[in-house]
């Protein structure tokens, strides 16, 4: 692979021109927080021209774009949110053609950041997965992200993957047997439903309380899918979680009691695909469906962007379990590369390296 960037903060504490911070928020918090351990400056905080109302941030006023523009000639932007809005998105790159705009990577889950020290230590398990990869499109897009991780640089998060076509060119659904952990308000479970007409049976779980209630009511109407109650574990057990009531939502040491499960003691008949996308606990959920994996080999749909350590550890993981298993890597419309996800079919033994 060919692995180039710079790490971001250094990018960042070297820069010539003012920093300034576009967005709010916990990523924001955890940006202004690495700025203090690395001794990097904030000039500023800007936002949406319709969320700043007067307010302040860390200390800072939120400022409109256009303030920022009369009072810097010109400035670094530092992106602090995540978006998959189109029009967000838009934005965000048109602001890329005046200014250098950068978003750091900071972990959904865990504590490890991403670095060029990280991927050189742990580059044979980099290399590894690099060779599990089905496709050039995957191997590019697998450098283009690690290099991202490093660097910050959001053009190396282009040309997007559109989820339909995974759906129709790589998993190629059609009656699938479907089970969908973190299926959050629905959304994914419409999408299949969408993208596989012919769908036989969805048995989707959500544990945050909030979030299960929406996800209840949106697949009141829909045929053969079961929602449950439950978070994804690597066994049966009780757990606290910390419900946000959005996709945040995560198992942790505060919030209310939840029941987790594991795939392996859910499913009883043989299913065909399995999404995960759990916050940083797909690890767990993984060991929770060996023997579903073994005797199943169901298509895989595997978040790889919660935890550092999840771009290689997780199709490792798969691989030692089924070894017949290969992956497809896409990043899908996001900044920063959260929608990062591998993409799992077992080959036959003959192609199995």
Not at 154 to 163: D, S, T, Y
Not at 233 to 243: L, P, S, V, Y
Request: hydrophobic share 40%.
């Amino acid at each position: 692979m060919n692995i180039y960037e710079t790490n971001v903060w250094d990018k960042l504490k070297t820069a010539a021109k003012p920093i300034v911070l576009y967005g709010m928020g916990n990523g924001a918090d955890k940006i202004l927080d690495i700025f203090a351990e690395k001794g990097i400056s904030c000039a500023g905080i800007f936002a949406s021209d319709d969320f700043v109302r007067g307010q302040s941030f860390r200390g800072m006023p939120v400022k409109k774009y256009s303030q920022i523009k009369a009072q810097f000639e010109d400035f670094v932007i530092v992106v602090a949110f995540a978006t998959s809005r189109p029009e967000i998105l838009a934005r965000i790159f048109e602001l890329a053609q005046a200014h250098t705009v950068l978003a750091p990577d900071v972990p959904v889950a865990g504590i490890t950041r991403f670095s060029r020290e990280f991927y050189e230590l742990y580059r044979a398990q980099f290399d590894a997965v690099y060779d599990l990869l089905i496709d050039e499109a995957s191997k590019t897009c697998y450098e283009r992200i690690i290099n991202f991780k490093i660097g910050g640089d959001i053009q190396l998060l282009k040309p997007f993957f559109e989820k339909e076509k995974v759906y129709r060119d790589l998993l190629q659904l059609q009656g699938e047997r479907i089970v969908d952990l973190g299926a959050y308000d629905g959304d994914t479970v419409r999408e299949f439903v969408a993208a596989d007409k012919q769908y036989q049976s969805i048995i989707a779980l959500e544990p945050d309380p909030k979030n299960y209630k929406k996800l209840a009511r949106n697949c009141k109407e829909l045929r053969d899918v079961t929602t449950y109650h439950l978070g994804a574990w690597d066994k049966e057990a009780t757990a606290r979680f910390g419900a946000e009531a959005s996709r945040n939502s995560a198992v942790g040491v505060k919030g209310a009691e939840v029941k987790l499960t594991s795939v392996d003691a859910l499913v009883a008949e043989p299913i065909t695909l399995l999404k995960m996308d759990i916050e940083g606990s797909e690890a767990k959920a993984i060991a929770g469906a060996k023997r579903t994996i073994q005797k199943y080999k169901p298509k895989l749909y595997i978040c790889a962007y919660h935890r550092s350590e999840d771009l290689f550890d997780l199709p490792l993981q798969i691989h030692a379990i089924c070894p017949a298993y290969r992956f497809y890597f896409c990043h899908h419309p996001y900044i920063p590369a959260w929608e990062s996800n591998f993409y799992g079919v077992a080959v036959s033994d003959s192609r199995a390296k």
